[in-house]
């Protein structure tokens, strides 16, 4: 196939940049030819706010290069990872124009969420979902603390939300996991046209040692990510081995010079070789989130380690992670209820070595790139039959 794939990058590259780069590289592996459309977040000081906002509803920028790019070559799909903000929801309507089917990933909840995450003060919240304008955002000024903001990105998905654009002008969604496709039918997202497929890796990292007598945490130093519960529970578990922290945020001021716990081993960000290192010396991965993840790349790598994770149970955790199988859960939040697990974990290596194994045989049977790749080529199949339907039964 010929695909068209469009990303707006992040000005911090994070898992959502490394699954683009891996599926691009997965269907350049597999035959297909893929030409890359991507914006950078990092011109948004150089447009300014107000630019930004106007651009992230309509970008007549992006409408004309991609016309102009499926008019030079013929695309059988135009594959959108993430629009926001720069490349904006007016890349549909050029795909339309030219007759090329839309296939749209969803890595995160913007379509229904200004934040992207169903998370307000490091709590659960769905109370824009389904809504025509999403105020409570608004005035709560979830979008970076700004009520402005939050109405810029309130109003593109009220905007196209009214034009029909989420309904009308994409072919097929790609969801995560099943939670996430339940979120968006529950928002009024036609059902039928959300596929689930979830993150891969590849090369394969194989099964680690296990041998490090420590525990892990890798991820964003944020609220939503749970790291102060996490830094309470290990506190209260009292545990024997030390606890390594690889990342950075808001919150790294928790882990900064008299303020690091007793036990915790601050690494700050590293380099994705390292993490996967890391995985492969840890007893235990500690995965606390408190907010419904898309599809955490972090699991899926400790998965492929067979290195036995304790995470919330809530979102897409809850659906990949099964208590007592494939690791060990708890309620999003309890520290008490974590330190419990975590001791838990200390006095059962065998079984938390058992639960690592199950994990890995989950990865080789779900989350490898020769399972990925023909789900993705199905979509994009999907999406190209539901686009030729309506022009056959108008040609009827």
């Not at 651009?55 to 993430?82: C, K, M």
């Not at 891969?200 to 296990?210: A, C, E, N, V, Y």
């Not at 290195?307 to 897409?316: E, H, K, Q, T």
Request: proline share 6%; with cysteine; glycine share 8%.
């Amino acid at each position: 196939m010929n695909i068209l794939m469009a990303h707006n990058r992040y000005q911090d590259s994070g898992g959502e940049d490394i699954s683009v780069r891996m599926e691009v590289e997965m269907l350049r592996r597999n035959g297909s030819r893929v030409t890359t459309f991507v914006d950078n977040n990092e011109r948004v000081s150089e447009l300014g706010k107000l630019r930004t906002a106007m651009g992230s509803i309509w970008s007549p920028e992006t409408y004309r290069r991609v016309r102009a790019a499926l008019r030079e070559d013929h695309f059988d799909v135009l594959h959108v990872q993430n629009f926001f903000p720069l490349i904006s929801p007016s890349i549909y309507y050029a795909a339309r124009a030219e007759g090329v089917p839309v296939v749209q990933s969803l890595r995160n909840y913007r379509l229904i969420c200004p934040v992207g995450t169903l998370n307000r003060n490091g709590h659960v919240c769905e109370s824009c979902v389904g809504r025509a304008m999403p105020w409570p955002a608004i005035r709560h000024a979830c979008y970076r603390h700004s009520k402005l903001g939050s109405a810029a990105v309130g109003s593109m998905i009220a905007v196209h939300r009214r034009l029909g654009t989420w309904f009308d002008m994409v072919d097929a969604y790609i969801a995560m996991t099943e939670f996430m496709r339940d979120k968006f039918v529950q928002a009024g997202f036609p059902a039928e046209k959300i596929f689930v497929k979830s993150n891969f890796l590849h090369p394969d990292p194989l099964p680690g040692t296990g041998d490090g007598n420590f525990a892990l945490f890798v991820g964003r130093l944020s609220e939503e990510k749970g790291i102060a519960t996490l830094l309470k529970a290990w506190a209260l578990a009292n545990p024997t081995i030390p606890l390594k922290v690889a990342g950075t945020g808001p919150l790294k001021s928790l882990l900064a010079g008299e303020n690091l716990p007793r036990s915790v081993d601050y690494l700050d960000w590293c380099e994705e070789e390292t993490v996967l290192q890391l995985m492969g010396s840890a007893r235990f991965i500690l995965i606390p989130t408190e907010w419904y993840e898309g599809h955490p790349r972090t699991a899926v790598e400790a998965f492929a380690r067979g290195l036995p994770v304790i995470a919330s149970r809530i979102g897409a955790m809850a659906e990949m992670v099964e208590d007592g199988v494939s690791g060990l859960s708890f309620t999003p939040g309890d520290a008490n209820g974590l330190a419990e697990k975590i001791r838990w974990a200390l006095e059962h290596p065998v079984r938390m070595a058992e639960m690592g194994a199950r994990g890995r045989f989950i990865y080789e049977h779900r989350y490898t790139a020769s399972m990925n790749y023909p789900q993705l080529i199905e979509i994009y199949r999907q999406a190209v039959a539901a686009r030729t339907a309506p022009m056959v039964q108008a040609a009827v």
